[in-house]
């Protein structure tokens, strides 16, 4: 089953990450802009249908969080783009509830590897903090009906921008092997977090 899934999982893996680059480096609104998302959201859907199983079979619960962590940015980010009027769907609220569990799991799991002196609770209190505090203002939104307009806008870019960095995160971890390995899970999020700051100042102005 392994052998089956992973190709796949790293085929959507690259897909993604290209089709990320595209829609970032095109015009927004146009037809490249519009296809280039569309291509990030199902390769992230891919991957996370693969990442789910693999992490079953090999009892990773790190895996199993961090592909409902990822898969979010993609869901909220397309669900931002198409929906203008600000009002959730069951699936909305379902997806921004299960975001927030896996923040409050990821901080649990980094309680128990740090009292076991593994060094990879550092990026899950980062990433748990992420999932939490962006899912608890996708809540916020989706509650007071305010994803209309620019900060619908806004919204759907910090979502996409995010998801952007968990792929360019997975490439450098499996890719890069050096000491410590915790760094390269929060470098790309320590480097591309405030251009998510910038953009979102930009837009709002």
Same mark, same amino acid.
């Given at each position: 089953?392994?052998?089956?899934?992973?190709?796949?999982?790293? *085929?959507?893996?690259?897909?993604?990450?290209?089709?990320?680059?595209?829609?970032? *480096?095109?015009?927004?609104?146009?037809?490249?802009?519009? #296809?280039?998302?569309?291509?990030?959201?199902? !390769?992230? *859907?891919?991957?996370?249908?693969?990442?789910?199983?693999?992490?079953?079979?090999?009892? =990773?619960?790190?895996?199993? *969080? $961090?592909?409902?962590? !990822?898969?979010?940015? %993609?869901?909220?980010?397309?669900?931002?783009?198409? =929906?203008?009027?600000?009002? %959730?769907?069951?699936?909305?609220?379902?997806?921004?509830?299960?975001? $927030?569990?896996?923040?409050?799991?990821?901080?649990?799991?980094?309680?128990?590897?740090?009292? =076991? @002196?593994?060094?990879?609770?550092?990026?899950? #209190?980062?990433?748990?903090?992420?999932?939490i505090v962006?899912?608890?203002?996708?809540?916020?939104?989706?509650? @007071?009906?305010?994803?209309?307009?620019?900060?619908?806008i806004v919204?759907? #870019?910090?979502?996409?921008?995010?998801?952007?960095?968990?792929?360019?995160?997975?490439?450098?971890?499996? @890719?890069?092997?050096?000491?410590?390995?915790?760094?390269?899970?929060?470098?790309?999020t320590v480097?591309?977090?405030?251009?998510?700051?910038?953009?979102?100042?930009?837009?709002?102005?």
């Open positions: 089953m392994m052998q089956i899934l992973l190709p796949i999982h790293i *085929l959507g893996g690259t897909i993604a990450l290209l089709s990320a680059i595209m829609a970032i *480096l095109s015009e927004k609104g146009k037809k490249i802009h519009v #296809l280039s998302g569309r291509t990030f959201f199902w !390769s992230m *859907l891919t991957i996370f249908l693969t990442a789910i199983p693999m992490s079953i079979i090999t009892s =990773n619960i790190f895996l199993f *969080l $961090i592909a409902f962590f !990822s898969f979010y940015f %993609a869901f909220a980010g397309i669900r931002f783009a198409r =929906n203008r009027k600000g009002i %959730a769907t069951t699936s909305d609220w379902i997806a921004v509830g299960l975001m $927030i569990l896996s923040g409050v799991g990821m901080w649990t799991l980094a309680a128990v590897l740090f009292m =076991n @002196n593994n060094s990879m609770y550092i990026p899950l #209190l980062v990433f748990g903090f992420g999932a962006l899912g608890y203002g996708d809540f916020k939104s989706h509650k @007071n009906k305010t994803a209309i307009g620019k900060e619908r919204r759907h #870019l910090v979502s996409m921008i995010a998801g952007t960095i968990a792929v360019i995160t997975a490439v450098l971890v499996v @890719n890069v092997k050096i000491e410590p390995v915790w760094i390269w899970w929060v470098l790309p480097l591309i977090f405030p251009v998510i700051i910038w953009w979102r100042i930009k837009v709002m102005k």
